[in-house]
């Protein structure tokens, strides 16, 4: 038995209950994002003064961004669309320089028929 009592004995605690007080998981899903704040809307962010918004999986530059940016931006769009219609004129000249190849790789084949049975009959002439 000690000598002051029992020093160690916790009073046992209420158990807890179980029904929220709140009446929000009553409502419908709206009512809830609106009471809640659920509705977030699209992430922002500002990097080096320039304004982007998350919309359809990319990031996109907002319009209210700098004027230098959109300069820029222009002329990349510029530059972009030159060398994309160099890069198409380059595909059909190697069309073309294909389609030539073929046909005189054609000609060439016909010519060394022609060759090989002009052989054979002046073979057989003799």
């Not at 409502?27 to 659920?38: A, F, H, P, Q, V």
């Amino acid at each position: 038995m000690p000598l002051f009592g029992n020093t160690f004995s916790p009073k046992k605690t209420p158990p807890r209950k179980s029904a929220s007080l709140s009446n929000l998981h009553s409502l419908d899903r709206s009512t809830r994002e609106i009471e809640l704040g659920l509705d977030y809307g699209t992430p922002n962010m500002n990097l080096t003064g320039q304004s982007l918004k998350f919309e359809n999986g990319q990031w996109i530059a907002e319009l209210g961004s700098s004027s230098g940016d959109r300069r820029e931006t222009q002329r990349l769009r510029k530059r972009n669309q030159q060398l994309e219609e160099e890069n198409n004129l380059l595909r059909l000249k190697v069309d073309i320089l294909l389609d030539m190849l073929s046909e005189t790789t054609a000609e060439s084949h016909l010519m060394e028929k022609e060759l090989e049975d002009l052989k054979i009959h002046n073979r057989r002439r003799k």
